[in-house]
């Protein structure tokens, strides 16, 4: 079993800068890929950003040049920096982890990108 502990969200205006973090913790294989979804109010969950143990990113294309993915595979913790936030990026953010053929998720931490 795996634990996910996130932190981070908040209410930011347009134009700033947040910080996610999220500890893993439990059974974690060493080859493992970590990472952002997220939801919106009556849409679906999408992809953020993920990164490999291997240090391997992928961007959705409405973040990129945006956002950063990070992890500290010591502490099996997974960061997303959020700079240029827009209205649009307001959202439920879930982390994720995939580990020995499973997908973790966390209970998610609410964005707001509001004047």
């Known amino acids: 079993q795996v634990q996910m502990v996130e932190s981070g969200g908040g209410l930011v205006q347009p134009g700033g800068s947040l910080r996610l973090s999220c500890a893993a913790s439990?059974?974690?294989?060493?080859?493992?890929?970590m990472g952002w979804y997220r939801q919106a109010p009556g849409k679906q969950r999408e992809l953020v950003a993920t990164?490999?143990?291997?240090?391997?990113?992928n961007y959705a294309d409405s973040v990129k040049g945006r956002f950063t993915v990070s992890r500290d595979n010591t502490k099996n913790t997974v960061y997303l920096q959020m700079n240029s936030l827009k209205p649009e990026d307001a959202a439920v953010y879930y982390c994720a982890v995939r580990t020995l053929g499973t997908d973790y998720w966390g209970q998610g931490t609410q964005v707001t990108v509001s004047s």
């Open positions: 439990g059974r974690i294989a060493s080859v493992n890929r």
């Open positions: 990164i490999t143990s291997g240090g391997i990113t």
